[in-house]
């Protein structure tokens, strides 16, 4: 076989045997850190992130029940509840706390728009007076 008429097996034209015998020295791509201290590391890695995250996210709860707000139960100033108030009517065995200028009528009205003389007959036999004082706390029948 000349040097030119490689074959495919042939990488290069050369005198020495294909195959030779690999010794420790020339194993240098092997050196650096072992594998499975590798894996360990890589877990331990993995282990603080998963705490980390759930830090947060108990964090982020917290914060969230601790959160004052309509969406957990708040009050307006007028001393209903927030998703009471955003609605027109009270309904039966609400607490409604008189707020000034508010008469028995006005409460009334609120608590049945569509007939509020029998909503205020109902208050009034509730309370035993026709008056309201602000800051008293009333029973919607």
């Known amino acids: 076989m000349s040097a030119l008429a490689l074959t495919e097996y042939d990488f290069r034209p050369s005198v020495t045997p294909h195959l030779r015998l690999v010794g420790k020295t020339s194993l240098s791509w092997r050196t650096g850190v072992n594998v499975t201290t590798r894996r360990l590391a890589r877990a331990r890695r ?3 992130r998963q705490a980390a ?10 914060v969230l029940l601790a959160w004052p707000g309509p969406a957990f139960g ?7 509840p927030t998703d009471l108030a ?7 065995g609400m607490v409604y706390v008189v707020q000034a200028g508010d008469s028995v009528s006005s409460i009334a009205r609120l608590a049945n728009p569509l007939d509020p003389a029998l909503a205020r007959r109902a208050i009034v036999r509730e309370l035993h007076s026709s ?3 602000p800051g008293e706390h009333v029973l919607i029948p």
Do not use: E, I, Y
Request: no cysteine; hydrophobic share 45%.
């Open 86 to 92: 955003t609605g027109t009517t009270l309904a039966s």
């Open 74 to 80: 708040g009050t307006t100033g007028t001393g209903l």
């Open 131 to 133: 008056v309201v004082v």
């Open 46 to 48: 993995r282990r603080q």
């Open 53 to 62: 995250l759930l830090g947060v996210a108990m964090a982020v709860g917290l």
